[in-house]
């Protein structure tokens, strides 16, 4: 008990630094969301209102059509994330000549700002000069498509910007987990005479899975916080297609003033958020109890 | 040698205290216009010509959009560091309501606000006190491939209709499948509402009711103009790609060759006669936008102003700053090197201006019948409604015009509603 008490100075500097910059501004959006404020309007103050934000959330079809536009965008590149990043993973875990300086280039579109990635992926979509087309169609410009124009095209071009960019993320920590399987494993297996295939089935994959799940997590959450790339690629359009959650939000509070309602939203995606960490955690809990246990 | 390392420390140390003692900054929030030169001039002459003042400049954006959430932010935060600040005609009623723009009636009597074109006063007047002072004005505008024109015997169109015919009728005669019939600004942004505007109100039609407060794109005429744009300009004359252009790419098409007609701002008639920067300079043509049969031809007035924060500690300087910066000799300058078209009326009359610009002759018609966008303190919102209703009309060939049209009008009603009841302050 003693040794607790004098733990609590060396631990207040972080505590103090999580509770004025991580509890402090989600309590002061959460108490936000319960008024209506609207900056270009003074006169009206600030005024409680309960849960009516939240109930206009509800039945705010742009809101609705946002979360599904929010959800296809996570479902679709979590995914495709995590498979690529496994496979890469799998590339960069082999020894062959060359293999830390693949390493370091895998990396590279991951440390680009996302800022810039997205200017540059604006330009390859571009309609008449971008790379997109060029490789699709070549010199028959007539069949040009214009993707960040296209209301069915939009989210997939934002989309694949997104997978390009942080599939190598999702490598990294996949290929930390593929490092800590031992070797014998893999020789026990050989002698056995199992294929590459079985090998991978029932070596790598089981264990390898609570950092696919990990590498899942991170990238679910941080999709579903997705902005810059909207923010740069189309502002929201065409046709509204691309309009995530956390950019209207920010639309909201920032550009139109409505700082009750855009908190609601950014509560509701703090609670998304949280949702899905908790049931990945959960899942993430169990696989590595399992391992203990098995161990 | 104590005493020595304490007295220099103080010496070095006071150094910062004693030069701010002697120069007052102004800081000043703006884009970079092109070319910088002129303005890096102007900023410099000003400094010179008052001792003891000095600009720093903050670079935002281009974009109106992200530089309007760099400013508010600072305003927002009632940041004193900002002391001048340029502004999109559309913001003034916003920061004025919001109590973040200073009243500039004392230094800005109505006197002088006469000496410029009355539309950006207008903009930048609110509750009768005004808050910026006009710097250039924009207006809509049409130009058009002079040669192409001539050509097939067409004379500039004045109806909507007219110009896709024609669009139409020399697209079937060159065969050229690079060429476009018609480029604008149909990305969803603001630019997407100044164009839509000017269809729709050269209808006979509003965006809405600036006294009942009520949305009018539902009304038969708005939606007519709507469709028409969906049908006839996207789904005809011009292709998909525009549905993702702002003002630069859709002026590099008309720039490039591969566009007959073109709706922009004045500031592209210099740009498309510069022989370094356009294949088509002395190819073109430039008149007031065409309206629909029965229509006027509508103009969305554009422009920029300079405003002073309500949370500047040196109002009077920054006034000193704003009064130089809108001067008769700098719009002058700014016309002459720029091509942007001056807010003050007498400029328009200077022979220096008129013989490197003659356009501004023509051109000063528009911007005296240029139609503001309507004032409220609620704009943002509004528009934001209005750019997703005309971007999901326009851009799905099977848009549900009446639905959306409908729910837009609804939407904007709800938000016109806060304005209802207590009068503001």
Known sequence: MKGHRSAFPFLFPSLLFVLVFSLYPIFESFRLSFYRLILTLPWLGQKFVGLENYGDLLTDPVALNSLMTTMIFVAVTAVSEVMLGLGMALILNESFRGRGLLRAIVLIPWAIPTVVSSQMWRFIFNDRYGLFNFLLFGEKTSLYLAPLADPQLALMAIMTADIWKTSSFAALIILAGLQIIPDELYEAASIDGATAWQKFRHITLPLVKPALLLALLFRTIDAFRVFDLVFVMTQGG??????????????????????????????????????????????IGARILERRETA | MKAAIIITGIFFLSLPIASLGQQTQIRFVTWRPDPAWVWDQAIADFEARNPGLKVVREVGPHSSTEFHDLVTQKLRNRDPEMDVFFADVIWPAEFAAAGWALPLDRFFPAGEQEEFLKAPILADTYQGRIYGVPV????????????LLEKHGFSPPRTWPGLVRQAKTILARERDPQLIGFSGQFKQYEGLICNMMEYILSNGSSLWNEKDLKGTLHLAKAKEAVRFVRDHIIGEVSHRGVLAYQEPESLALFTQGKAIFHRNWPYAWETANDARRSKVAGKVGMVSLPAFPGGKSVATLGGWQLGISRFSRKPEQAWQFVRFMTSEEIQKRIALFTGRAPARKKLYRDSEILKKHPQFQTQLETFVQAVPRPRTPVYVPLSNIMQRYFSSAIAVADSDIDQLARLASRDMDRVLDLLRGRTPP
């Open chain 2, 136 to 147: 250039f004005v924009d207006a809509g505008l049409l130009y058009y491939r002079k040669d």
């Open chain 1, 238 to 283: 065409p046709a509204d297609t691309t309009n995530v959650l956390q950019f209207y939000g920010y639309k909201k509070s920032f550009a139109e003033g409505m700082i009750g309602y855009g908190s609601a939203i950014s509560v509701g995606v703090f609670l998304f958020s949280l949702m899905l960490s908790l049931v990945y955690i959960r899942l």
